[in-house]
C-alpha cells in the first residue's frame, strides 16, 4: 500500500467500469464460479458485490440456496439488484453493512467470497473476524486479487498470512497472470 493512501470502496460513480465486458479476460464469473466448490443449496455471502458483476452467475449455482450481497453503499446493491432482478434471479438478498460488523447471523454461511474488495477495508483484520463469524465449521473463504491497476491490491504471501492469522487454514490456490485466488477453510 502506498503511504498516506487510505483504503477506501470504489465510489458508486464508477461502478460501470466493474461491469466492462473486458473484464471477463482478466477472470470469469464462470471461472469464480468454479472456484467455490459451491452445492445447488449453498448459502453464499459476496462481500463488496459493486454492482453484480459477479452475482448472477454465483445466484444461478445455488438455486435451492442463495446469496446474501453485503456493501457498504446503497447505491451499489441498488444497481445489483436492479442487473439480477433483470435477469429473473431471486434468490438474492442485498444488505447495506460494513465489512467489519456484518449484518449476518452466526455459523450460516456455507461460502464467502470478495474480490479485489478486501484491500478496500481499512481493518482487514476486523472484516477476516467478521467472516470467520458467520461461516459454518468447515466453511469456504474464498478471496480474489485483481493485480492490474489496483490501488489496494494485497500480494498473494500476505494474504495468506492474513488469512491464516485469521483462523483459517489454506486450502487452494489459483495463480494466473493478472489475478490470484486464495481458497480457505474454517476449522474452529
Excluded: W
Excluded at 461461516?135 to 500476505?158: H, M, Q, V, Y
Aim: net charge neutral; proline share 7%; glycine share 8%.
Amino acid at each position: 500500500m502506498a503511504t498516506g493512501h487510505v483504503p477506501e470502496p470504489m465510489p458508486f460513480t464508477k461502478a460501470h467500469h466493474l461491469l466492462n465486458p473486458l473484464r471477463s479476460l482478466i477472470l470469469s464469473p464462470k471461472r469464480l464460479v468454479s472456484r467455490l466448490s459451491l452445492m445447488p443449496n449453498s448459502r453464499v455471502l459476496e462481500l463488496g458485490p459493486g454492482p453484480g458483476y459477479f452475482s448472477p452467475e454465483v445466484a444461478r449455482a445455488v438455486p435451492e440456496g442463495g446469496l446474501i450481497l453485503v456493501d457498504v453503499q446503497q447505491e451499489m446493491l441498488d444497481m445489483a439488484k436492479e442487473r439480477l432482478d433483470k435477469s429473473g434471479i431471486g434468490n438474492v438478498e442485498y444488505r447495506k453493512g460494513d465489512a467489519t460488523s456484518l449484518p449476518v447471523e452466526s455459523e450460516v454461511i456455507d461460502v464467502a467470497f470478495l474480490v479485489a474488495v478486501l484491500g478496500e477495508v481499512p481493518d482487514r483484520d476486523a472484516c477476516l473476524r467478521e467472516i470467520h463469524r458467520v461461516l459454518r465449521k468447515s466453511g469456504l473463504l474464498s478471496i480474489t486479487e485483481i493485480k492490474l491497476g489496483d490501488p489496494d491490491f494485497i500480494a498473494k504471501n500476505e494474504m495468506t498470512r492474513m488469512g491464516q492469522s485469521a483462523g483459517f487454514r489454506l486450502s487452494t490456490r489459483h495463480d494466473e497472470f493478472f489475478h490470484y485466488t486464495v481458497n480457505f477453510v474454517k476449522e474452529k
